[in-house]
């Protein structure tokens, strides 16, 4: 069979969208983008400090973990946020989600306590390290929309953590009156235009 080419159907022409007159009452208005909710996400890993003095079993470094580990998400908990426990029994991570208005401070003070109830619960033996991320969600029916990135940002922040510090990643951190932060300009990102802070409280 010969190959054949159909002709494009005569009397069809390419479509124009409609003209609207201008200062007609169906001109539409612009949208304005819409700037969601803010939201925070939290990841907060405990680590075991290495120090001279009579050496834990097994057993009961694991149990030991796990009492702080427990002490940190009830406080996450106390503040309304989704709380999860990641990670395996050598390397637990606390993770927390916080939304609404005031995401930011509710989030800080709530690391803070975390960090004081597993000091509290480990005495010298563990600590929290790891970051927090803000951005802003936005939900349109079955769809949620991330905006700022804030998991891959904590993905990135979360490892760079020095035992006892919680990094802060997203603009939100630095207009927020109720969030005492300190710059940290040791911190190198892939994301140049993300800024970072160390939340102060911690360590």
């Known amino acids: 069979m010969e190959a054949q080419i159909i002709p494009f159907p005569s009397g069809l022409r390419e479509l124009q969208p409609p003209r609207i007159a201008v200062g007609s009452g169906i001109v539409p208005e612009p949208v304005a983008p819409r700037a969601g909710t803010p939201l925070v996400v939290v990841a907060l890993e405990l680590r075991r400090l290495v120090h001279a003095g009579m050496p834990l079993s097994y057993g009961a470094e694991a149990a030991l973990r796990k009492r702080c580990a427990v002490a940190g998400l009830r406080v996450l908990a106390v503040e309304g946020s989704d709380v999860r426990l990641a990670g395996v029994d050598e390397w637990l991570v606390m993770e927390a989600t916080f939304e609404g208005a005031g995401a930011t401070a509710v989030a800080a003070a709530a690391v803070v306590d975390t960090d004081s109830a597993v000091r509290s619960v480990g005495g010298s033996e563990f600590v929290i390290a790891g970051a927090a991320a803000s ?49 940290a300009r040791e911190v190198e990102l892939a ?11 911690t360590g």
Do not use: M, N
């Open 135 to 183: 951005g802003r969600v936005e939900r349109i029916g079955s769809t949620t929309a991330l905006h700022g990135a804030p998991l891959a940002l904590l993905g990135e922040l979360a490892p760079k953590a020095a035992p006892g510090q919680v990094l802060l990643g997203g603009e939100e951190w630095a207009t927020d009156r109720h969030v005492e932060v300190l710059p």
């Open 191 to 201: 994301s140049r235009s993300a800024p970072v802070f160390v939340l102060r409280g």
